[in-house]
């Protein structure tokens, strides 16, 4: 499976890098100074926790301040109530507890966009993925190959599902969907099971995994920061999230006379402009008389919506020019923001267009365009939604999701389609 669980925790300690050094006119020693307290002292340290309550004061008063509606879904006396609470509790609790504390405070606001980013560097050589609701192993150093495609009971002792349920109340989200996408990366880091009591030692966890019906313990050592691992799945290509791991790309399928196009993130490369590759790819579109279009959006969880406004002004041409064809739009958990945007974009151009997959982990009308301020001492970035985006209201194509988009055809893997490599979805339209 690709690396996005990496990915994802390097995009948390850049936001902290990035921030840490953007001070904005305030002296960085003392910056550097606060920030270090901090983090090399405990909740017995008198300064530490006087630091650590003027973060919280700051996050409380001036998240609303920036957030477009912080409380929308949590009322104001919740929020102030559940701040105020934590701030009496700073003395009682380590670091890590605090920004999980934290953390939920902002979770309970329901906007996916808006979070608190405090991941120290570690990580399990594991990488985890949710089937039918339960947690699968489908990648593991090659130290710990025998704990590869097992379903984990426990960690620590502590069932899986009790700790579903408390990582859960740390993920901001809309739907079970975005949860079901974001479950694997907070099981990835040891900072957040450790931060909820989880586990007692952030650099070594047991886990208790299922195979061939027997349970086993497998002792993992976390990895740190800039630690690397041999991973053992590196040869099979990726039947969640798609083939190629760059912002987009295609393929000719000569056998059914279609185009794969797989779009994972609504930005440029810099190798290629989106505005040229897309006229490669429709040129060759329009000079093998195309009968089919899959478009790839279940790893595309957002950016600049506007990007992919090429590709759908040739679609809609082509769909109005060539008698027959079929437009197909692969959707899933990972699905997000700008991601959404592009589902109603190609719907717009094709309103026959039929969409295969999993419930998508965005919602169909949705806070986004991030901004982010800093906890003044800590440094730790806190990201804010400025913009309420209606979907529902914008397109014409109506969809019957609650805080998601349904499928016209709902269609995932099974742990088994995973470990023999099959792409069902992308199988399914290729067959129809």
């Not at 948390?12 to 003392?30: D, E, H, M």
């Not at 901090?38 to 973060?55: G, S």
């Not at 295609?250 to 590759?277: G, P, R, T, V």
Request: proline residues 3%; aromatic residues 12%.
């Amino acid at each position: 499976m690709r690396n996005k669980s990496l990915r994802f925790l390097i995009s948390l300690i850049l936001l902290i890098v990035i921030t840490a050094s953007s001070c904005r006119g305030i002296n960085k020693a003392v910056i550097s100074i606060d920030r270090g307290i901090i983090l090399k002292n405990d909740n017995t340290n008198e300064k530490r926790n006087q630091l650590l309550t003027e973060d919280i004061k700051f996050f409380k008063e001036e998240l609303p301040k920036h957030h477009k509606n912080l409380f929308a879904n949590i009322t104001k006396e919740e929020f102030d109530e559940r701040t105020d609470q934590l701030i009496d509790r700073v003395d009682q609790l380590n670091n890590k507890q605090v920004f999980v504390e934290l953390n939920k405070i902002i979770a309970s606001a329901r906007d996916a966009h808006t979070s608190i980013s405090y991941w120290d560097g570690f990580s399990y050589p594991l990488q985890f993925w949710i089937f039918d609701g339960k947690v699968y192993i489908v990648n593991t150093g090659k130290k710990l190959e025998e704990m590869m495609y097992t379903q984990v009971r426990k960690i620590d002792g502590v069932a899986i599902e009790d700790i579903m349920t408390q990582l859960t109340t740390l993920i901001s989200h809309e739907n079970e969907s975005w949860v079901f996408a974001m479950l694997p990366d907070y099981l990835g880091a040891p900072v957040f099971l450790y931060g909820l009591g989880i586990v007692k030692n952030e650099t070594e966890a047991v886990f208790t995994v299922e195979k061939d019906g027997k349970e086993m313990d497998f002792t993992v050592t976390a990895l740190e920061y800039g630690e690397s691992t041999d991973y053992v799945n590196t040869k099979v290509k990726d039947v969640l999230l798609g083939k190629y791991d760059q912002n987009y790309n295609y393929e000719y399928l000569a056998d059914q006379n279609a185009l794969y196009f797989e779009y994972n993130a609504c930005a440029d490369m810099d190798s290629k402009s989106f505005a040229d590759f897309n006229n490669e790819m429709m040129n060759m579109v329009e000079e093998k008389d195309v009968n089919k279009i899959v478009v790839d959006l279940r790893c595309n969880s957002g950016g600049n919506s506007e990007v992919l406004n090429p590709f759908t002004k040739r679609l809609k041409d082509y769909v109005k020019k060539k008698q027959g064809v079929k437009v197909y739009i692969l959707v899933g958990r990972n699905t997000f923001s700008s991601g959404m945007f592009a589902i109603y974009r190609v719907k717009e151009s094709d309103p026959e267009a039929i969409s295969v997959g999993e419930p998508t982990g965005g919602a169909l009308d949705c806070y986004g365009e991030v901004k982010s301020i800093n906890l003044p001492n800590s440094q730790i970035p806190v990201s804010y939604s400025t913009k309420y985006f209606e979907f529902s209201k914008d397109f014409s194509y109506k969809n019957e999701g609650v805080g998601t988009f349904l499928p016209d055809i709902a269609l995932q893997p099974t742990m088994e389609d995973y470990k023999n490599g099959k792409d069902v979805v992308l199988e399914y339209v290729l067959a129809d």
